[in-house]
């Protein structure tokens, strides 16, 4: 399956964005999906994932209540709505498919990445 995210951008603190992954490729119900932040010199960290049939999700602690994932299986597209957002969100987050019915929070259950999209929160 082949990621395309979007919805990036420059936000100040407080602000908030809504990210898009769309897919293409194979059957993107069969997949569940991840969202993974890379901020400058530091290691790619879980932020979210939803799983295939959008009956679970799970958050990182510290987006809980703040960031929400979504999927809509029929238009091949994932999202995460970033509400509250703060400096230290500030990161290249990526999206991520798993081929299996439950997310996971490690990137290397992962099978497919898209480019990422950066975010950027000013304080």
């Known amino acids: 399956v082949h990621l395309v995210e979007s919805g990036g951008g420059l936000v100040q603190a407080g602000g908030s964005l809504r990210l898009s992954c769309a897919a293409s490729?194979?059957?993107?119900?069969?997949?569940?999906m991840g969202w993974f932040r890379q901020a400058p010199g530091k290691e790619r960290k879980f932020v979210a994932a939803?799983?295939?049939?959008?009956?679970?999700?799970y958050y990182t602690d510290s987006v809980k209540g703040r960031f929400t994932i979504s999927r809509d299986n029929s238009k091949n597209v994932v999202f995460l709505q970033m509400n509250s957002l703060k400096p230290e969100d500030t990161a290249v987050y990526y999206c991520?498919?798993?081929?299996?019915?439950?997310?996971?929070?490690?990137?290397?259950?992962?099978?497919?990445w898209g480019q990422g999209t950066q975010v950027t929160v000013s304080s």
């Open positions: 490729g194979s059957t993107f119900s069969a997949y569940a």
């Open positions: 939803i799983s295939r049939n959008a009956g679970l999700t």
């Open positions: 991520a498919a798993r081929n299996h019915r439950y997310y996971s929070t490690s990137s290397s259950d992962y099978d497919h």
